[in-house]
């Protein structure tokens, strides 16, 4: 299976369980892969026939800044369902994390593994 590759996403929204941070906004990485069948893509050269990963980018941009999570798990399923809107999409893997939010550590965070029909 191909991959479209969506790295190092970085929005700001509100995320956590802790007062402070439901007052403000803080960063939030997403990094995103999008299996899919790139064959007739290549052969059409066509972006109807692509995972567009602009609009897919967009998509996932404006959902994170608004949407308010208090787990990175729920910002992060939410996500995937956006990803299989798309048709084209068969399996994600998706990661989220925040920057800094642990002391000593570059970044915390979860990954999902999800394929379509599950």
């Known amino acids: 299976m ?7 996403l970085l929005v700001r929204g509100i995320i956590g369980v802790n007062d402070w941070e439901r007052k403000r906004a803080q960063d939030i990485l997403i990094n995103i892969t999008l ?3 790139t064959r007739r893509a290549a052969e059409t050269d066509s972006i109807a026939d692509c995972v567009d990963y602009s609009k897919m980018s967009k998509r996932i ?6 949407a308010e999570r208090l787990t990175v798990e729920a910002l992060a399923n939410d996500l995937v369902k956006i990803c299989f809107e798309d048709k084209g999409v068969q399996k994600v893997i998706l990661r989220v994390e925040k920057p800094g939010a642990v002391r000593f550590a570059k970044s915390v965070g979860v ?6 029909g599950e």
Do not use: G, L
């Open 61 to 66: 941009q404006a959902h994170a800044e608004s």
């Open 35 to 37: 299996f899919t069948d």
């Open 111 to 116: 990954e999902i593994e999800r394929s379509r």
């Open 2 to 8: 191909d991959r479209v590759i969506i790295k190092d």
